[in-house]
């Protein structure tokens, strides 16, 4: 433990220090083997603080607490290795969480659907909370080290240590199966290590504690971006420090430019490759462990589904690859927006007249139909010869051939013409062909485009290959609208022909999913083929990459609809903690869980922040002028921990304002943790350089004193809405509720 | 535009670059007085070289006289003192002089090509062109004084406006749709003044790069490519926004770069003229389109920049900085906001009838427009059972509560007759207030007349439909966690979930309700929710109408107030109310909400192909302006590829450069005076231009609504700048590491020749992108753009 006052040094075995380095390999023959041990005794008992605040009855509730409804499902899958898509985040967090729950041996099974709901005695409530609250109570040393490591009295980072242990919101955070405080603990582990290393750069560059502090800022940085995505902006801070770090390194013309690239090499090897690396190593242990087929495989493409174990795999298990004349297929759109839908056809027609008055063809519909059927089965015929089989060998279709495509069911051929789609005007309708006898000829051959193509000789290939049908006679191309049509067409998506085809849209992509090769010429057979399962045995892999890919956009592009919920706050709230959230209530008696935060610290901490900023514009504008209030080095420190805490609070706060998602106080919490920081750092700026006299110093001490002895009592009195026990009376809570926005949840009598 | 006060160091041509090159090396290499001799027998001009003072042709222009005038005025148009300083020995190169005529022949070449590329084919095609339908009928509305709602400021609409009238345009064409012919309405003046805007970017470009690279031929290259870029040509030639939006903003600019080169002589007359011309610019570009905020960024980035710089200037006292400040204060932050003020003044008073916009504004602003149902109306003041009335939403562009025969879709909560609010004013936005308990016929005239009063329990029955307003718990349709409302009974008998308790805001029970003045809250009786407007826009099957909620989270927000508007109810008699009139501060506040509502509302709707930014330096799509078919005639908006790609490749050239350059200085590399000239155009007047095109850039990545590819033209002209900047720099920095002379200058003319000729080969090949094209489709080969459709997406 570095650089603080009030060490103890703990000798095991005394002797004199070893004097020569060539004795040192032999050294032991000589002298008795010698490990000394200094502790820092107060870094310790703050440890064992706030392992106490968090720890402290940690199975209480054992019940369902807020989040823990909607994390806890994901334990349970990963539990049960089923694959599932939180779009949230990145998954290390629920790794973490999931892990707890693997140490308690909780084998998954409970319904996690209310909260408030009692846990099953299969449930290893404490397991499942342990690593939050670890992770929380270790931030509160990481303090007390950030500070140190800032060159910032003992005092005053024992300050921001205490200032973090008695802070509500952190301790019910930490206390919970949430992802939040996880993120904290990266973070400050990675603002702790950046620190370490940056002081150790001036005296031992390339030392072994030099590399291990900037491996460890990297390895803490990628892992609070796996927690949650709000990592980022930390990790975005430091590079920008490292950055402006390095810069004046190469003003510096002592080193020489071979040491320079050096000094490069390691921080982009440290910071951004390993950082890189380590993130997709969390996607893959994600995908090694969930491989079953689950209730989000939906939302990704055949290839991705048919790489899990039971679902789509189960059917797409050993379909033949390439698509030939005579395959029969379904063709799935590969937009998945509404729903994942089936090209589909069935035997009812377009309305003679639409309810607008417009007139259709008043030929079969042809729709995208969201469940597996078996009017989804098309067939892939070559124009030039009647026959509905495969041939054999058979004869893969390649990108630019041209076919058309048969419904199964009815045997109509996909079709379309100049004629207003029902739905879309400006795009043409697309039919199976019914021959009216009136000047409406057939016009259904349609060219197939693979877009994915690696030349432009590729076979078709199921499942793989996206593929556009443009329309050989109008150059239209088959595209899902989106639109559900009305009553007539059952509801079911419409499909048209897109004449005004706007470069590459994923709506005009269809992909096969089910795919056989056709045996059956006579129609009768073939139904009956048509409604038999496929089966074949081959199976087929994605790539890891791919797989990473395709999961890593899903979660980035994946919407949730912004939902107004009773919780909700707007980021500005958050400054003044005029919203809390009530996270658990008991069933009978007034006992109750809020996220609500240390009024006496969040006051503080703006109070601090602003009068940072002023000093700051002020003593800037001053130095401008050539006027040095304070000497350089408390300047040079000044600016850097205004840079680390101060910096690291806007970029944890101000992005929430570009955001158009549900917001809650809790996503406040890592900003409002740096914020905590920037407290001591002034009240010591202040008594350093402010207080001139003695009699003004020890006036300030005593008023530090009153006013932690405040930031306590405000600590206890909120403390049972922390923890959640003792009960209070109404009355008790109603005096509890310090501003009118704050919900606090009393019982009617 | 006035010819600009000359800076100090006047851009080497051709010719006279070369001679100053030759005595320069041979100083490094051989400093011998026979070589200087031989320098300054060769000089230009035969002026010796003057250390304070640059040259001056002799040959005198009347703005050059002026010039000289200023300059013994103003003390010097001198080098600034930094770059005065390096020792120069005798022999130290002059500041060289441009031939006497080329700057103003560079100058005029430029205008005149500019203005001919722009006006070339000017009425062709005459019919409407693509958003021509929303800014000429704009511009017509502001002829004919009525109301109307954009989502854009005013100026850029009233200046067609006035541009139309004063061409002798009357306003009648409706331009409903693209494609509609102009027969014998005067449509070219509208073009040709946008046309004019269009073609004056060209010279204030040029102007630009002049003074901030002090290098000609970066001057010209910018210029032409500029001119013969068919994207920035087809934007200038049709009536929109966007051409004046880039004259204020490049005037902004220009004003700007001007200002900080006078910055040796401060409170000159030059200085103060350009200063204020540049809030002048800010606040034109402001009120053209909200994108103008990124040039107000830009320039107040540039001049904290620059009071910085003079707070460090220890020999200006505190008071002169103070002087500095509120200088800038006043033309950059007073004079914009006024002037952005009077463009919302006069349009209020200019558009004072009754109009397509009414709907979207609060009822108070409504009475104050002639034809308008609320102008100077005359209602029963308290609202009374049986009455019919409209209720408006009294959050910023709330629409009307409005109810029609057509009935939620099946999965969408229950299936009952929608309920949603509307902009427009329609007969389905008449409700009638009923008593919950009974349900006697209130329009018979011999019933007593019975006021709605304060925490009264009431129904209320839509008028067309006879259905009562009905909410239940079944989830709305996009607002997941409020609880739908739908219309609900047959001929005004439902159940219990249609009642609703009535409240006005800050009053106490037994009060009466007054029209307009009073902003109430109904709140659902059985489940205790209130009725409110989400503000979200419901999908097809709601006719895009805004989605009407119950919200259980009593929070109090103008999403669940409402007013009554109209007010219909014959055993009352009709008072001349005096609606509260909204004072212009409480208009502009409003009008400004209703802007920035509408413009985030427009968002891409589901499976829709939108544009995005990153498309847009690639020139990857481009915009139909007219003609789809083989017989029409076609204009695509799309960047002249080359210049384009060009553009793209610099920005990555220039950052390598950049850093290269930054690295070497921090490093404390000796450069040669030259290169040290050439470093400082690159990072300062490269940074500020760079500055420019990311601050017009990047915020697009962030913005929800709709996006086109002509939202990158103002990020294009900055790009175009750097271009010329940058390989200005690049082939000055090729050419001074070889040694003859003669190759250098090759290299150097050699390149800008190449680059020149390639923009104007690309021209030729794609100027049918602007000027029309007729036949078939680029597919063809016998199209005149055939082969041309580089990438598939473009659709020409």
Redesign the interface.
């Known amino acids: 433990m570095l650089s603080v006052s009030q060490r103890v040094t703990a000798v095991l075995f005394c002797s004199p220090r070893f004097r020569q380095a060539s004795d040192r390999m032999l050294g032991f023959l000589k002298e008795p083997v010698v490990v000394t041990a200094k502790i820092n005794v107060s870094l310790v008992a703050l440890t064992v603080m706030g392992l106490m605040s968090r720890l402290w009855r940690l199975c209480y509730p054992r019940a369902v607490v807020f989040d823990e409804v909607y994390y806890g499902q994901f334990v349970s899958l990963y539990m049960k290795r089923i694959f599932f898509v939180d779009d949230s985040g990145p998954p290390f967090g629920h790794m973490l969480l999931a892990l707890g729950g693997y140490l308690g041996g909780f084998d998954g099974n409970f319904l996690w659907n209310r909260i408030g709901a009692e846990y099953s005695i299969n449930v290893p409530v404490w397991t499942l909370r342990l690593l939050p609250a670890l992770a929380g109570a270790l931030c509160v040393p990481l303090a007390y080290q950030i500070l140190a490591e800032l060159h910032f009295s003992h005092c005053a980072a024992l300050g921001a240590a205490l200032l973090i242990l008695l802070e509500n919101s952190l301790i019910t955070q930490s206390r919970f199966m949430l992802l939040e405080s996880i993120l904290i603990f990266f973070i400050l582990l990675a603002v702790l290590s950046y620190l370490k290393f940056y002081n150790l750069q001036k005296h031992s560059s390339f030392s072994g504690s030099w590399w291990f502090w900037l491996l460890l800022t990297g390895v803490a940085c990628s892992c609070a971006v796996g927690v949650k995505y709000m990592g980022l902006f930390t990790y975005m801070l430091l590079l920008a420090t490292a950055g402006l770090h390095f810069w004046h390194m190469i003003g510096d013309q002592n080193l020489s430019n071979v040491s320079l690239l050096c000094h490069f090499l390691a921080r982009a090897l440290a910071l951004i490759i390993i950082p890189m690396g380590l993130y997709l190593s969390f996607f893959y242990v994600h995908l090694a462990l969930l491989y079953r087929s689950g209730p989000h495989d939906q939302i990704m493409t055949s290839a991705f589904q048919a790489s899990l174990e039971g679902g789509l795999a189960r059917i797409t298990q050993g379909q033949p690859l390439e698509v030939a004349y005579g395959s029969q297929i379904t063709l799935r759109n590969v937009l998945g927006k509404p729903m994942q839908c089936w090209l589909h056809s069935h035997t009812n027609t377009y309305p003679i007249r639409y309810e607008n008055g417009r007139g259709s063809s008043h030929q079969q519909q042809v729709t995208c139909y969201p469940f597996k059927d078996v009017n989804n089965w098309w067939i892939v015929k070559d124009p030039g010869m009647q026959q509905l089989v495969v041939s054999n060998p058979p004869r893969p279709v390649r990108h630019g051939h041209i076919v058309q495509l048969v419904h199964g069911i009815t045997t109509r051929y996909l079709n379309t013409h100049d004629v207003a789609a029902p739905l879309s005007p400006h795009s043409q309708e697309v039919s199976c062909y019914i021959d009216y006898n009136i000047s409406m000829p057939a016009q259904n051959l349609w060219r197939v485009e693979i877009v994915n193509r690696e030349s432009d000789t590729d076979v078709w290939k199921t499942i793989l290959s996206e593929v556009r049908f443009v329309h050989v006679n109008t150059s239209a191309v088959l595209k899902l609208s989106g639109a559900s049509l009305p009553e007539w067409g059952y509801r079911q998506l419409e499909v048209v022909g897109e004449k005004l085809s706007k470069g590459y849209h994923q709506s005009m992509l269809w992909n096969v999913e089910e795919h056989r090769y056709g045996k059956s010429q006579e129609q009768k057979e073939r139904e009956v083929e048509l409604h038999s399962p496929t089966q074949m045995d081959i199976s087929k892999n994605l790539s890891f990459m791919a797989k990473f890919t395709e999961l890593q956009w899903k979660i980035l592009t994946l919407k949730n609809e912004d939902t107004e919920h009773k919780y909700s706050s707007s980021a500005l709230d958050w400054i003044t903690m005029d919203t809390n959230i009530a996270y658990w209530l008991h069933p009978t008696s007034g006992a109750q869980i809020h996220l609500l935060g240390n009024v006496a610290t969040w006051a503080s901490a703006n109070a601090a922040a602003l009068l940072y900023l002023c000093l700051s514009l002020w003593y800037l504008l001053r130095r401008r002028r050539r006027i040095y209030d304070i000497p350089e080095d408390a300047w040079q420190l000044w600016m850097a921990a205004g840079g680390i805490c101060g910096g690291g609070w806007a970029v944890n706060y101000l992005p929430f304002f570009l955001m158009e998602k549900t917001l809650f106080l809790y996503h406040y919490l890592p900003a409002v943790t740096f914020q905590i920081l920037l407290i001591p750092v002034v009240l010591q700026h202040l008594s350093d350089h402010l207080c001139r006299s003695v009699l003004l110093k020890s006036m300030f001490s005593a008023l530090v004193v009153a006013w932690f002895s405040w930031v306590y009592f405000v600590y206890c009195t909120f403390s049972p809405l922390t923890y959640g026990q003792p009960a209070l009376a109404p009355a008790e809570l109603r005096a509890l509720r310090w501003k009118d926005t704050w919900n606090i949840l009393i019982r009617k009598q | 535009m006035a010819p600009p006060s000359p800076p100090a160091p006047l851009p080497p041509a051709g010719r006279a670059r070369s001679q100053r090159r030759v005595p320069w090396r041979r100083r490094r290499s051989s400093p011998s007085r026979p070589a200087l001799r031989a320098r300054r027998l060769r000089a230009p001009h035969g002026r010796d070289c003057i250390p304070r003072r640059a040259p001056r042709p002799a040959a005198l222009r009347p703005s050059m006289r002026r010039a000289r005038r200023g300059a013994a005025r103003g003390g010097c148009p001198r080098m600034p003192p930094r770059q005065r300083e390096p020792r120069r020995g005798p022999g130290a190169p002059p500041r060289p002089a441009p031939p006497a005529a080329t700057r103003p022949a560079a100058l005029a070449l430029v205008t005149l090509l500019s203005f001919a590329s722009r006006f070339h084919r000017l009425r062709e095609p005459p019919h409407v062109c693509w958003d021509e339908t929303h800014f000429g009928k704009m511009g017509s509305y502001y002829i004919n004084r009525t109301f109307f709602f954009d989502v854009h400021p005013p100026l850029g609409k009233m200046l067609i406006g006035l541009a139309g009238y004063l061409s002798g345009y009357d306003g009648t064409f409706p331009f409903q749709k693209p494609g509609d012919r102009y027969e014998q309405h005067n449509y070219v003046g509208m073009r040709g003044f946008c046309a004019f805007l269009g073609s004056c970017l060209v010279p204030f470009a040029y102007l630009t790069v002049l003074e901030l690279s002090k290098s000609l031929p970066a001057a010209l290259l910018t210029a032409f490519i500029l001119i013969f870029d068919t994207g920035c040509i087809t934007l200038s030639q049709y009536i929109l926004l966007d051409p004046i939006l880039m004259f204020f903003l490049m005037g902004a600019v220009l004003s700007m770069v001007k200002c900080n080169s006078c910055a040796d002589r401060p409170f000159s007359a030059s200085w103060w003229f350009w200063l204020s011309l540049t809030g002048v610019s800010l606040a034109g570009a402001m009120g053209v389109k909200f994108v103008g905020l990124f040039v107000v960024l830009l320039v107040g980035l540039n001049t904290i920049y620059d009071l910085?710089d003079l707070?460090?200037n220890?020999s200006l006292s505190?008071v002169m900085f103070g002087k500095h400040l509120l200088a800038r204060v006043l033309c950059l932050i007073f004079l914009p906001l006024a002037l952005y003020t009077a463009m919302f003044a006069v349009h209020f008073a200019v558009l004072n009838r009754s109009g397509p916009g009414d709907g979207f504004f609060s009822s108070a602003f409504q009475s104050q427009l002639i034809g308008n149902n609320l102008h100077n109306v005359s209602v029963p003041e308290h609202l009374a059972y049986g009455s019919v009335v409209t209720m408006k939403n009294l959050r910023m562009a709330g629409g009307y509560l409005h109810s029609h025969w057509h009935l939620y879709?099946?999965g969408v909560g229950a299936r009952q007759q929608q309920v949603t609010a509307y902009l427009h004013k329609d007969l389905n936005n008449l409700w009638i207030i009923k008593k919950h308990d009974s349900d006697t016929d209130l329009s018979d005239p011999s019933s007593p007349v019975e006021f709605v009063r304060h925490g009264d329990i009431i129904r209320l029955e839509h008028k067309e439909t006879s259905r009562n307003l009905h909410s239940h718990q079944h989830e709305a349709p996009?607002?997941?966690?409020?609880f739908q409302v739908t219309g609900y009974g047959i001929n005004g008998t439902g159940d219990s979930n249609d009642f609703w308790r009535i409240e006005v805001v800050g009053r106490r029970t037994g009060q009466l309700i007054k029209v307009l003045r009073s902003q109430v809250r109904l709140t659902h009786v059985a489940t205790g929710c209130v009725l409110g407007s989400s503000g979200k826009t419901l999908p097809?099957w709601g006719w895009e109408q805004v989605e009407v909620t119950c919200?259980?989270?009593l929070k109090e927000t103008p999403n669940s107030l409402w007013n009554f508007e109209d007010h219909i109810n014959p055993k009352l008699p009709n008072i001349s109310l005096d609606v509260l009139k909204p004072s212009f501060a409480e208009i502009l506040l409003e009008s400004h909400m209703v802007m920035i509502r509408g413009n985030s509302g427009l968002k891409p709707k589901?499976?829709e192909?939108t544009s995005k930014p990153w498309h847009w330096p690639i020139n990857?799509?481009g915009l139909r302006f007219s003609g789809?078919n083989e017989t029409d005639y076609r204009v695509y908006l799309l960047g002249n590829p080359v210049i384009w790609w060009l553009n793209l490749v610099t920005i990555g050239l220039y950052l390598l450069i950049t850093v290269a350059t930054a690295?070497a200085l921090?490093?404390?590399v000796q450069l040669t005076s030259e290169l040290k000239e050439l470093s400082r155009v690159v990072l300062h007047a490269g940074g500020q231009i760079t500055l420019g095109w990311l601050l017009h850039y990047l915020p697009f990545f962030?913005m929800?609504r709709v996006l086109y590819f002509h939202h990158y033209f103002p990020a294009m002209l900055f790009s175009s700048m750097l271009t010329g900047i940058t390989w200005d720099a690049l082939l000055k920095f090729c050419a001074g590491f070889l040694s003859p002379s003669t190759t250098a200058r090759k290299v150097y003319g050699g390149g800008f020749l190449a680059l020149v000729l390639l923009i104007l080969y690309s021209f030729y090949l794609f100027h049918p992108l602007s000027y029309g094209m007729i036949g078939p489709m680029a597919s063809h080969p016998s199209s005149p753009m055939a082969g041309l459709r580089w990438m598939?997406?473009w659709?020409f």
């Open positions: 910085w707070l460090g220890l505190l879709p099946e996009l607002t997941r966690k409020h097809k919200t259980p989270y589901d499976n192909v990857y799509q789809v690295v921090k490093r404390g962030m929800g598939d997406s659709e």
